[in-house]
């Protein structure tokens, strides 16, 4: 595998069960090193794209090439590069987990790989519960298994399908420092999550898929930029005269309220305005979100 070599492109990809189409002919990219966003609401798609990714279900159309290999051609190749954490739980009834770490080790062909073991026992702090059964582990510390499992082999790409669902804030927190490490360690992160802000934040790129078609794929800040408007409050020390202009939302007692185009300056608008500044006493501003870009497209909160 080239260092330019896309870790995983997706081409023209449907995926029907009976009728029902889920897929509709998605098409991206994902870069080296990257990572990357799949957002969209539930029922999206993103799952079943995913599955197909990971070898799980059979395309009805189109392909999944990882590091250029088609993986209906080559899924033994797929599997050796590629770590993937589901959305679901698994139980591994009453084996712990260094021995499910260790077995999952043997399924590579890795059978010394007590210093990777430890690494991801230590920074998933799960060292001191290492000899626990899988039952008496939290349902963070499962989370926290699912991932090592997934890591356990060295991947180059690592699929994450709603790896903090359901997880408390400080588990959340350590697992997205978690992924910045691995992305600063060369590997490259597909990513879905319902907690946008959180993508925002992470995210290189995203693509956004609704009811199974791909709507758009960008920079994430640059289709925050594109798609979405900054508010500007206006706080003023005196009530105003009923003022006039295009781009007013709401005109309240001692404030003017307004919607401006990323691309427009406040003191452009504050030009327009024409305001004797003695008369302002505050200015608030709120920048534009993935959020708010996202329901731009979707037309519906995730």
Known sequence: ????QSPLEIK??????GSFEAVKGVSFDVRPGEIFGLLGPNGAGKTSIISVVVTLERPSAGQALVFGQDVQVNPRYTKSVIGYVPQEIINHGFFNVEEILSFYSGYFGK???QDRMEW???RLQLWEHRKKKVKQLSGGMKRRLLIAKALVHEPKLLLL???????DIELRCSLWDFVVELKKMGVTILLTTHYLEEAEKLCDRVAIIHQGELRCVGETHGLIHE????????????????????????????ELEFRLPASMAVGELLLELGLDMAVVQDLRISEGSLEDAFQCIVGEKS
């Open 120 to 122: 991801i026992l230590q």
């Open 161 to 167: 399908d709603e790896p903090t669902a359901g997880v």
């Open 227 to 254: 798609l979405t408007q900054r508010q500007v409050v206006v706080v003023l020390k005196s009530e105003l005269k009923p003022i006039r202009h295009p781009l007013l939302v709401a005109q309240r007692e001692h």
């Open 111 to 113: 059978r010394k790989n």
């Open 1 to 4: 595998m080239s260092a330019d």
């Open 12 to 17: 023209g990809l449907r995926k029907s069960y």
